[in-house]
Each structure stands twice: as C-alpha cells, then as structure tokens.
C-alpha cells in the first residue's frame, strides 16, 4: 500500500520539481547576467528552498541542528558524509549565508535545467573524475578561490554515495588539496541521516515520509592541527559516529 501511494506522491513531485527547475533557470540567468553575483545566489538560495517544499509532497521533513556559532568572515570546509542528491539542497539552504560551493563531476555541468547552470556559473567546480589531469588543478585552483572569497567548500569524502545509509571509508586526497589551498579555514563536519530512504525504491517511486536529518559538529581551526592525518581521522569519527542507517 505505501508503495502504491509513493507512484502517485513520486508523480505530483516530479511535476513539480521539474516545474522549479524550469522557472527558476531563465530567473538565474537574468540575475547573473544583469544584477551579478548576489542576486544569482539569492535566486539559488530560493530554488533551494523550493526544491525542499517540492520533496515536503513526499511527506519529507527536514531538521538542521546547529549549536555553533560559524564565522562568516573565514572561509569554511564544509565535510558531510553523502546519502543522495537530497544532501546538496539542506545543505545550501540552512548553510546559504557561508555561500557554499560544491566540488561536483562535471556530467552534472549540462543537461539540467537551472542546476547545471549554477554548477557552472555559481562559484562550485566541475571534474572529470577519472581525469586526474584535469581534476587535480581544477580542485586547486577551487581552493584559491574559497580563501580569497572567504566562502564555504562543500566535500563529500566517501567519493560516491551510500545506497544503505551506511558510511564509507574517506578518500583523503581531496581534503588534502583543501587544506593545502585554503589554510585559513574551518573545518565544519555534518552529519547526514536518511536522505538516502528517498530512494530505498530506487528512482521511481521515491521513497515517501521520511526525516532527513544534518547535524553540525564542532567546527575545527585548520591552523589548530600539525597533522592533517589526525584531523581527518577527527572529523571521519565526529561525521561517522553520528549516522543512524
């Protein structure tokens, strides 16, 4: 029964999803073209919001519990471990006045209408993964501009998604680069729980009334730690130790 009330719920969200898209693609494009940066990431901010009242058909609640005060004049790493496309929105949103930015692959980079856009104009950086000629300086050169914009690098370490909640090993070298490249930052670990419930049936129907979960754990000085190793353990124990598969 619950699956055949998740064709019909998946149905009415995926109209209206897609009708966010296509409104909210010529809004950004007029606002980057026209009024510059700010009023393209308040469009974006918006489409965020949207695209989280979109998922709110499927019954989805969102909590974001946050008992730090972050600093909006330094730049930020934002880690979080990675359950489905419906970390990135929360994330944006609750986290929009850091303005964070994505490392993302580059296939998301075209085809999709007002997120490819933002992905390339936004401020985040799209790689070839399997091209690390490419990926390496573009990571790199991603960094320098965190540190000079003092905005938020959004990383999922685990490299691909969790299809079961449960948490994957962190490949390090992109932090490593971060922290290379933005040595003023702080490091902000956030958990993720249940986004990935959104597709337990697999891309249609979606999964329908679920929780979905970000918790903020301490963030870190990057100057505060010699070893780099032991941060990264750090922040794998503080993200890992709070995921509830």
């Avoid at 980057?32 to 965020?48: M, R």
């Avoid at 680069?177 to 670990?189: E, Q, Y």
């Amino acid at each position: 029964m619950q699956k055949t009330i998740a064709y019909i719920l998946t149905s009415i969200y995926a109209f209206f999803f897609l009708l966010t898209l296509v409104i909210f693609h010529p809004i950004q494009w007029f606002c980057f073209n026209v009024l510059g940066y700010n009023a393209h990431k308040k469009s974006v901010d918006w489409l965020q919001f949207f695209i989280m009242r979109c998922t709110n058909i499927l019954g989805t609640r969102y909590t974001f519990t946050n008992s730090y005060k972050i600093s909006k004049n330094q730049p930020l790493i934002i880690v979080a471990n990675h359950q489905s496309m419906y970390d990135i929105s929360p994330i944006m949103w609750y986290m929009r006045k850091h303005h964070p930015k994505f490392i993302s692959k580059q296939e998301l980079g075209k085809g999709i209408p007002s997120v490819s856009y933002n992905l390339r104009h936004g401020g985040s950086v799209l790689i070839d993964r399997k091209n690390p000629r490419q990926s390496l300086p573009a990571i790199l050169k991603f960094g320098e501009y965190i540190e000079e914009t003092k905005r938020a690098a959004v990383i999922f370490p685990e490299g691909t998604r969790s299809k079961n909640g449960y948490p994957k090993p962190f490949q390090t070298k992109g932090l490593e680069m971060l922290f290379k490249k933005i040595p003023s930052a702080i490091i902000v670990p956030i958990t993720i729980n249940n986004s990935w419930k959104m597709l337990r049936y697999g891309k249609f129907p979606m999964g329908i009334g679920n929780h979905i979960q970000l918790t903020v754990h301490e963030p870190l000085k990057l100057t505060n730690f010699e070893d780099k190793q032991e941060l990264i353990k750090q922040i794998e124990t503080a993200i890992s130790s709070s995921i509830k598969p």
